[in-house]
T-cell receptor, first 118, second 116 residues
Framework: GAVVSQHPSRVICKSGTSVKIECRSL??????MFWYRQFPKKSLMLMAT?????????EQGVEKDKFLINHASLTLSTLTVTSAHPEDSSFYIC??????????????FGDGTRLSIL | AQTVTQSQPEMSVQEAETVTLSCTYD???????LFWYKQPPSRQMILVIR??????QNATENRFSVNFQKAAKSFSLKISDSQLGDTAMYFC?????????????FGKGTKLTVNP
């Protein structure tokens, strides 16, 4: 079945560092991928929609320059947290849907990345 | 605004018993898609069941079934013969087809604990 691979699963780094998270669709093409942030014991908050070959669409309140998204191919989207600070520590999850299927088919989620900024 | 409401922050059930998680949503659309996702402690998001709004028949997947009441905008999840592995956060979600958008709108989740 469809699988989405997210890497790394866990990262710990110092304040001021930029961190890149990758989201890959392993056996399907995805023109659109989604990036979520999840705080402890909370629901998923959509940060942005990643569009292959064009600019990402950010949700209200999400800083574009802080969370850079690149979707350079049909199977890969990256989220870069620039100059990360402790308040950026969170669980980040990506999702993707097979672009060749009907829109009622579900999104598939990566396993998430736990980001800890010291 | 399109919203999803899960009114039960936490629930518990005894192993082998049945439990129902509630979900209501608000939309002016006539056609849309509804989902239940499960997030165990491993934090992986797993699709449990889905329903197309134009289908009157309630979806079922083994021990999981839904009670979809379109007029009431209700989409509850019933778990039969609960198992310890069902312990997880459960999120209700829907996709409102706004100009082809595929954005999932999530509820706040219900933490389900299955007790031995």
């Amino acid at each position: 079945g469809a699988v989405v691979s997210q890497h790394p699963s866990r990262v710990i780094c110092k304040s001021g560092t930029s961190v890149k998270i990758e989201c890959r669709s392993l056996d399907f093409q995805a023109t659109t991928m989604f990036w979520y942030r999840q705080f402890p014991k909370k629901s998923l908050m959509l940060m942005a929609t990643s569009n292959e070959g064009s600019k990402a669409t950010y949700e209200q309140g999400v800083e574009k320059d802080k969370f850079l998204i690149n979707h350079a191919s049909l199977t890969l989207s990256t989220l870069t947290v620039t100059s990360a600070h402790p308040e950026d520590s969170s669980f980040y999850i990506c999702s993707a849907r097979d672009s060749t299927t009907l829109s009622n088919q579900p999104q598939h989620f990566g396993d998430g990345t736990r980001l800890s900024i010291l | 605004a399109q919203t999803v409401t899960q009114s039960q922050p936490e629930m518990s059930v005894q192993e082998a018993e049945t439990v129902t998680l509630s979900c209501t949503y608000d939309t002016s659309e006539n056609n849309y898609y509804l989902f239940w996702y499960k997030q165990p402690p491993s934090r992986q998001m797993i699709l449990v069941i889905r329903q197309e709004a134009y289908k009157q028949q309630n979806a079922t997947e083994n021990r999981f079934s839904v009670n979809f009441q379109k007029a009431a905008k209700s989409f509850s999840l019933k778990i039969s013969d609960s198992q310890l592995g069902d312990t997880a956060m459960y999120f209700c979600a829907f996709i409102p087809p706004q100009g082809g958008s595929e954005k999932l709108v999530f509820g706040k989740g219900t933490k389900l604990t299955v007790n031995p």
